[in-house]
């Protein structure tokens, strides 16, 4: 039976060593919650790195028999591993790039050599437990190598993917030395999921601009598949945070604490060590607010907790000391022998004892300057059993975007920040109640058990797309079928479409001339059944191009056609009344001028507007632009924009590829057609067809063709066997 594996840099529990042998202690966090349901049920399984370093065989051998009863497979790395896998490319390159903190990015070859190094031994551990059928799912920033490994390997598997932090815009990412790797290693997923529509955003933008491969709607075709980029906001185990609020437990440590702080209003915050939450400036706003309001002294104080977190590298030292420096100057300044500003612990705490700092505090400020959910805001609501407290939030963290009834705060206006402590201080509880109890609802209905979920109909919902699609690939079966009937046939018909299907894109499209190989490929079908080249080109270039050769030319998308019988002229098939083009190539003209790149050519009944030289992104928003503003102009007219591949045309609707398909094959008996096109233009072909034909789509969009091919390669193969 098919299995889920879960695969993430850190298994969900921790190894440490104690009097010469090894203990495990469970993770508390939210996402070993959340999949715990699915790791633990079956034969499902979590892949990992139990989170210390094991070299001796033995002991090897002992915590795989343990780890296995756990329903878990551990990944060992070395200590070389750890230091430039884990400390150097994955939190020294790619944790300051994805945070937007630039100035700490390091560039080191070696570091990358071990990141690929890593990928590669969660692969080989993944590729012991794997069969073919089984769900693989990814976790986060360490291992964006990994599914284009494992689809190496496992073409058919089901293997998706998820960052837990921000993915930062196309300007970031271009910086990174080996960009085009790591994008493509994340697309050897099915399902791509971030937390936030803003993150999917920039991963759909850099993927396009990067790799090439064009996305839409969240969806990104594929060499030979389509792959789904989706946001997925994680939750918390909302019942367990509030539960343990209610307890016994809680309620006397709240008790005991709130003892030793009398009737203070009470400021929490919780982060682990990184310059990525925004400590310090936080530090000074608090600073300010006490400057500000001198009424508040004795009034108001912060509990200040920040977890142990990579404190050997150097710039997390250096943020360490200058917190340490922040809190010991506030508290110098401020304190009285029964007030301290913040109370400040270097240290984790227990869970009954940070529900109890949940509990009793008025206010979380939580004000990261760049993350991508923060779980700790939707713990704080959770835990406020009777609807009183106020969330200050900043509006970089993810969690923002669903709590929308925090006091949202940009992290780097400190004034921002002093007011909405302010504010927070001085609110009424009614107003308090509604915000907090809307947040509450939210958190209840998206917890972590529905974002898993949800997660896991995606995967479902996308393989069935993907097998819609898959059902219409032209494989070896289906080339043996078309062969076969080819060769039965007594009079055969072939319409095929150039740009695209008969040969590859290039910057310019006059250079896109029949090569050696298509024509003899065309010169080989021609002897043996009617060739039909139909394009949207200019008829004096398909001319010039295919002079000599014993096929039909229908150009211009169906305004001339040559029949092969006819040594002489074109005849123009439609009549067509071109008083629009004035009016049409001034607007065209006029995106030309803002587009460096992007140029107009004229055919005899319709524009062209190209855009493949542009630079990518802008000639996409500037297309989308232009294509609003034809589309509305085109009423108007009477005429119909298309949008082709890096080009968007407009001619006369009653003008196309179909129409003219029909006129040739009219009075004709055919026993065998073969239509294959690759874009919009393409499709009223496919529409003209008969039942019986075979109708193929290069490139793998939805289409009304019978058939996808993956690219002109493999047209040219079928094609090529034809004549064998």
Not at 349 to 358: G, H, I, N, T, V
């Amino acid at each position: 039976m098919a299995k889920t594996i879960i695969v993430s840099n850190r298994l969900p529990i921790s190894l440490r060593h104690r009097n010469g042998r090894f203990e495990f202690k469970p993770s508390a966090g939210g996402l070993a919650t959340g999949l715990g349901s699915i790791y633990k049920s079956g034969e499902n399984i979590w892949i990992g790195w139990p989170g210390n370093t094991v070299d001796d065989p033995e002991q090897r051998a002992e915590i795989i028999l343990e780890l296995h009863d756990l329903k878990m497979a551990p990944v060992f790395l070395s200590k070389e591993d750890v230091e430039q896998f884990y400390e150097g490319f994955s939190n020294e390159t790619l944790w300051p790039a994805f945070h937007y903190f630039t100035q700490y990015m390091v560039y080191n070859a070696e570091h990358w050599e071990a990141y690929k190094r890593v990928n590669e031994k969660f692969c080989e551990a993944i590729l012991k437990k794997a069969d073919p059928d089984d769900t693989i799912w990814v976790h986060d920033y360490q291992l964006l190598l990994l599914p284009k490994m494992l689809r190496e390997v496992l073409p058919n598997a089901t293997i998706a993917f998820f960052q837990h932090i921000p993915f930062p815009s196309y300007e970031i990412i271009r910086m990174i030395p080996w960009r085009r790797e790591l994008l493509e290693g994340v697309c050897g997923a099915d399902l791509i999921g971030f937390h936030t529509y803003d993150d999917m955003r920039h991963f759909l933008s850099a993927v396009g601009r990067i790799t090439g491969m064009s996305s839409e709607s969240g969806y990104i075709q594929a060499e030979n598949r389509i792959i789904n980029v989706d946001s997925f906001p994680m939750g918390i185990d909302y019942d367990k945070f509030a539960k343990q609020a209610k307890s016994k437990k809680t309620q006397n440590i709240v008790k005991e604490f709130r003892k030793q702080v009398a009737d203070q209003k009470l400021i929490i915050t919780i982060d682990r060590l990184d310059y990525s939450k925004g400590i310090p400036q936080r530090l000074e706003a608090f600073n300010k607010l006490l400057k500000d309001h001198k009424e508040l002294h004795g009034k108001v104080s912060m509990i200040m907790i920040v977890v142990p977190s990579r404190d050997k590298v150097q710039s997390y030292k250096e943020l360490k000391e200058e917190i340490d420096l922040l809190v010991g100057r506030m508290n110098s300044d401020y304190s009285t022998l029964n007030w301290v500003p913040v109370h400040y612990f270097y240290r984790g705490f227990p869970f009954e004892e940070l529900s109890a700092f949940y509990s009793m505090s008025d206010i979380a400020l939580v004000t990261p300057l760049r993350d991508g959910m923060n779980l700790v805001c939707k713990e704080f609501v959770a835990s406020k059993t009777d609807q009183t407290g106020v969330l200050i939030l900043s509006e970089m963290a993810g969690a923002s975007k669903e709590l929308q009834d925090a006091v949202l705060v940009n992290p780097n206006d400190q004034q921002g920040v002093v007011d909405a402590i302010y504010e927070a201080l001085t609110m009424k509880p009614a107003e308090q109640k509604a915000r907090i109890s809307s947040m509450q609802e939210s958190l209840k209905k998206y917890d972590i058990f529905q974002w898993v979920k949800v997660f896991m109909d995606r995967i479902e919902h996308v393989k069935q797309k993907q097998a819609e699609l898959t059902s219409k690939d032209v494989d070896t079966k289906v080339i043996t079928e078309i062969q076969k009937s080819f060769k039965e046939a007594k009079k055969p018909v072939l319409f095929l479409d150039y740009d695209g299907t008969l040969t590859g894109f290039v910057a310019n499209p006059q250079d896109a001339k029949p090569d050696a190989e298509l024509k003899a490929i065309v010169k080989g079908l021609s002897q043996k059944a009617q060739v039909v080249i139909i394009s949207g080109r200019d008829k004096d270039t398909l001319g010039t191009w295919f002079k000599g050769f014993h096929v039909d030319m229908i150009a211009e998308h169906g305004v001339w056609v040559k029949h092969k019988e006819n040594k002489g002229d074109w005849e123009l098939y439609a009549d067509v009344d071109d008083s629009w083009k004035e009016d049409i190539r001034s607007v065209m003209e006029y995106y030309v001028l803002r587009t460096p790149g992007a140029f107009i050519e004229e055919k005899h009944h319709s524009l062209v507007w190209h855009y493949r030289k542009v630079e990518s992104g802008l000639g996409d928003l500037r297309m989308r632009e232009l294509f609003s503003h034809l589309k509305y102009m085109a009423r108007g007219h009477n005429l119909q924009v298309l949008e082709g591949n890096m080009v968007l045309e407009i001619k006369r609707p009653d003008i196309n590829k179909g129409r003219a398909a029909t006129a040739m094959m009219k009075g004709n008996e055919y026993d065998f057609i073969l239509a294959i096109g690759d874009d919009w233009t393409d499709e009223d072909t496919f529409k003209a067809m008969p039942k019986n034909a075979y109708s193929i789509r290069v490139g793998y969009a939805y289409t009304q063709a019978n058939y996808n091919i993956k690219s002109f390669r493999q047209v040219r193969n079928l094609l090529g066997k034809l004549i064998q």
